[in-house]
């Protein structure tokens, strides 16, 4: 079956460093894949998306790269601020019609 | 602008009794989603519903039954709790089926107990 693991320790890393963040998975090819953000007590919010067919994806401090032959995606947040800390979580569809998630990563920056 | 809004935000359920967790979006989309979330588990889909009058089964979805009223609502009913269903269950919503990419737009969650 389809698995998603993202490093359930947290990562912990002082302000202004570059935060990176793993999600890797098994048994299947997924056509795109996606990043959350989670507060605590709160939904999961919308931050990225990337395709199979791209390495890199760029959202303002946000990068996310995606290797198909490794089965992983790499999650960064570049000058990283205390507001950064939460929990992210990846995503990617299953067979086109289920989106999955992990587990999560949960990010301390402190100051 | 409401989004996805979720009722009732907390409940506590005895062993056996029913309950109907209400969800409403206000972004005209197509697809709507039940997750729940516990500790360590990550987000596993109960039920979904690629557009309205459609409802179909998730990785989780034994005890639990759906209903997409109409456009806007989706609920998800559970006849006899276990205390196994205490979670944390989100309603989600996107703008068309996400095989076809579409980002999920998450209500703040219904915390349920069942003793």
């Known amino acids: 079956s389809q698995k998603i693991e993202q490093n359930s320790e947290a990562l912990n890393i002082q302000e202004g460093k570059t935060a990176t963040l793993t999600c890797n998975y098994t048994n299947y090819s997924p056509a795109y894949l996606q990043w959350y953000r989670q507060d605590p007590g709160r939904g999961p919010v919308f931050l990225l998306l990337?395709?199979?067919?791209?390495k890199e994806k760029r959202k303002e401090r946000l990068k996310v790269t995606f290797d198909t032959t490794l089965k992983q995606s790499l999650f960064h947040i570049t000058a990283s601020q205390p507001a950064d800390s939460a929990t992210y979580l990846c995503a990617l569809d299953v067979a086109g019609n289920m989106l999955t998630f992990g587990g999560g990563t949960r990010l301390m920056v402190k100051p | 602008n409401a989004g996805v809004t979720q009722t009732p935000k907390f409940q506590v359920l005895k062993t056996g009794q029913s309950m109907t967790l209400q969800c409403a979006q206000d972004?005209?989309?197509?697809?709507m989603y039940w997750y729940r979330q516990d500790p360590g588990m990550g987000l596993r889909l109960i039920y979904y519903s690629a557009s309205e009058g459609t409802t179909d089964k998730g990785e989780v979805p034994n005890g639990y039954n759906v209903s997409r009223l109409n456009k806007r609502e989706f609920s998800l009913r559970l006849e006899s709790a276990a205390p196994s269903q205490t979670s944390v269950y989100f309603c989600a919503s996107s703008e068309n089926w996400v095989g076809n990419t579409g980002e999920l737009f998450f209500g703040e969650g219904s915390r349920l107990t069942v003793l």
């Open positions: 972004m005209n989309h197509n697809s």
């Open positions: 990337i395709r199979e067919n791209e």
